[in-house]
């Protein structure tokens, strides 16, 4: 696969490194000169200096031949943006890391679908630790074109989950409620704030976004 990085921040170091070591072609895109002289004597990749968020850059990487397009700079104003000039020109998957999480509902009215929040990712993962859980076994499980979607139950909206009325391929595997873990039975009644989460085909998520994730204005 080839996989291109916005940004030589410490976790696309890192994660390069892990995807050369697999066999993965690898292109870092970086603002700083002297960065990428320095990576270039530790790192068997392709760089190209200049600036992620423009669109003649990323075109210099070639959205058709390119896998995943990772957008890890330190600043999620950049990130989100670097983002948006991809998914414009056609990069088939474009992930978007953000550290402040009140982007989170804005990168998801902008459309962006991947979007990952280290601070977040990490502080679950220690708190898993701490409760005896394995997270890293979840990703041996979801593969190909699987993807888990979820959302709050609203006021008003309280129905059997039988009457949810999803899309093919798409199923509720359990939902949170007060916190706490509740199998998915059919005729298990959701109730107003329930956490609900559905294994689905990567090709609902935006259909899923829409009807259960609606935008402001769309309320």
């Known amino acids: 696969m080839r996989i291109a990085f916005v940004g030589a921040s410490e976790v696309t170091v890192a994660t390069a490194r892990l995807l050369i070591d697999r066999g993965h072609e690898v292109v870092i895109i970086e603002k700083d000169r002297e960065q990428i002289e320095e990576l270039s004597e530790e790192l068997d990749c392709s760089f ?3 600036d992620g968020s423009k669109p003649h850059i990323l075109r210099e990487v070639g959205p058709e031949q390119t896998d995943e397009l990772f957008c890890l700079t330190d600043n999620d104003q950049y990130n989100i943006i670097a983002s948006l000039v991809g998914h414009t020109l056609g990069f088939s998957r474009v992930v978007t890391s953000i550290r402040d999480a009140d982007f989170e509902t804005i990168c998801r009215e902008l459309g962006l679908e991947d979007v990952i929040s280290p601070v977040r990712t990490i502080s679950r993962y220690l708190a898993d630790i ?5 997270i890293l076994e979840l ?7 699987a993807r888990f979607f979820n959302f709050v139950v609203p006021q008003g ?3 059997p989950i039988s009457e949810l009325d999803l899309p093919q391929e798409a199923r509720v595997v ?3 409620r007060d916190g706490r873990f509740q199998m998915a039975e059919e005729d298990a009644r959701l109730q107003e704030k329930d956490e609900v989460v559905i294994l689905t085909h990567s090709k609902n998520l935006a259909d899923l976004r829409d009807r259960f994730q609606p935008r402001e204005e769309d309320k």
């Open 48 to 50: 190209l200096h200049g």
């Open 174 to 176: 359990c939902f949170y």
């Open 139 to 145: 990703s041996t499980i979801i593969k190909d074109e």
């Open 130 to 134: 701490v409760a005896g859980v394995d």
């Open 157 to 159: 909206k309280e129905n």
